[in-house]
């Protein structure tokens, strides 16, 4: 009895054996998880050009720059208006055909070289046909007055080199103490009345408007 008892405990532990190495042959092993990838080595992405190259700026103006002057009728004077950049305001008249009548009276009116002298003015200078608009005889009154004369002239001369936009919708006080009222944009300014034939004109020391018609200080 004894040995068959024995045998069967023998038996039991034999097949208990085969099935825990069984399973140690056929357990698969647990997956290995990936290891995160290691970025204190990876190189950094180097920028692409595009990144680093800094945006181009626009041009700035040179100093001194003066924009084109504006005007139905620039082109007709843009000849004589051509050498006039270098010249003070008072001498620049003499040397426009367009503005000779103007010229004469500033000459009457003792007023050239206190124009030549001034810094940075604007003048809206009156051409030839603005003048011709008035009657004879009046003209010829006020250019036989030079203290009238001196009168009128002043009240085309502004401190200032303005440029049209700073003209627009203006109110300017003249050398001779009255104001200019200036409405419209652009081409379209009108300084009291008058028209603007070419404007925006640079000289040594002045910018150049010439108008229409004569203005008169009231």
Known sequence: MKRVLLAAA??????TAGTAADAAVWTPAPESSPSPEDTSTMPEESPSPDDTMPEASPPEASPGATAAPIGPGCATLQSSLAG?????????????????????????AGLEEKLNSAEDITVFAPNNKAFE????????????????LEKAISYHV???KKTPDQLQ????????????TVKGSGENLTINGAKIVCGGVPTKNATLYVVDKVLMPQ
Do not use: C, W, Y
């Open 133 to 148: 608009a008035i009657p004879k005889e009046t003209r010829d009154k006020v250019m036989s007055d030079k203290k009238l």
């Open 84 to 108: 006039i950049k270098d010249q003070p305001v008072g001498t620049a008249l003499s040397q426009v055909p367009e503005l000779s009548m103007l010229s004469d009276a500033v000459k009457k």
């Open 158 to 160: 502004v401190e200032g």
């Open 10 to 15: 023998l038996a039991l532990t034999a097949s």
């Open 169 to 180: 919708g203006a109110t300017l006080t003249t050398m001779e103490g009255s104001d200019l």
